[in-house]
């Protein structure tokens, strides 16, 4: 069972432009964390939102968090070629186990 | 610091093989994990442990043991290999639970002939 389902799965834009990624859910997690995975390599943790509508910004990525804490949104401005990598959400359903979404797969072409 | 190291980088084996994942980390982490991820399916969680001499399953256990008998050490163990283990294998260590920030090893990738 998939509870947190993200979108697109593919995305593929050029660079400069604006893109949006969604992490939904029918669950309300306590935390919600975004990981980014490059090919051949293990994830790693972009950023982690807890409060319902947080919103935080890494850089040209802004991260936010539903006010229910279901959902969560990854916004990226002016994308560039190192942005490009498998992007991964991952709730806390309890304090030892992290649902993962199955990804988004992010291509910025120069 | 190396962070966490896993062993071997690739494996290939034959249906009813056994063979033991390493992995081992050296940030005195309390929470260690392994996860294995399919395409489209995103890591999916098989045992992790709070600590020394502590384990549990977790959503897709079958098929795998593990043990814990140091802070630093959490072998994964595929007792009978199938087809359906066909995967890259992920360990993971934390500071003390699933809500921290997860430090993962390069990955295993392992085929079952």
């Known amino acids: 069972t998939q509870l947190l389902e993200q979108s697109p799965q593919f995305l593929s834009i050029q660079e400069g432009e604006n893109l949006t990624v969604y992490c939904n859910s029918s669950s309300v997690f306590s935390s919600l964390q975004w990981y980014r995975q490059e090919p051949g390599e293990g994830p790693v943790l972009l950023v982690t939102v807890v409060t319902g509508g947080e919103v935080k910004k890494l850089k040209r990525l802004t991260f936010q968090f539903g006010d229910a804490r279901k959902d969560s949104s990854l916004h990226i401005t002016a994308a560039q070629p190192g942005d490009t990598g498998l992007y991964l959400c991952a709730g806390a359903k309890s304090n030892y186990q992290l649902i993962w979404g199955a990804g988004t797969k992010l291509i910025i072409k120069p | 610091n190396a962070g966490v190291t896993q062993t071997p980088k690739f494996q290939v084996l034959k249906t009813g093989q056994s063979m033991t994942l390493q992995c081992a980390q050296d940030?005195?982490?309390?929470?260690m994990s392994w996860y294995r991820q399919d395409p489209g399916m995103g890591l999916r969680l098989i045992h992790y442990s709070v600590g020394a001499g502590i384990t549990d399953q977790g959503e897709v256990p079958n098929g795998y043991n593990v043990s814990r008998s140091t802070t630093e050490d959490f072998p994964l163990r595929l007792l009978s290999a199938a087809p359906s283990q066909t995967s890259v294998y992920f360990c993971a260590s934390s500071w003390t639970s699933g809500k921290d920030t997860q430090y993962f090893g390069p990955g295993t990738r392992l085929t079952v002939l």
């Open positions: 940030m005195n982490h309390e929470y």
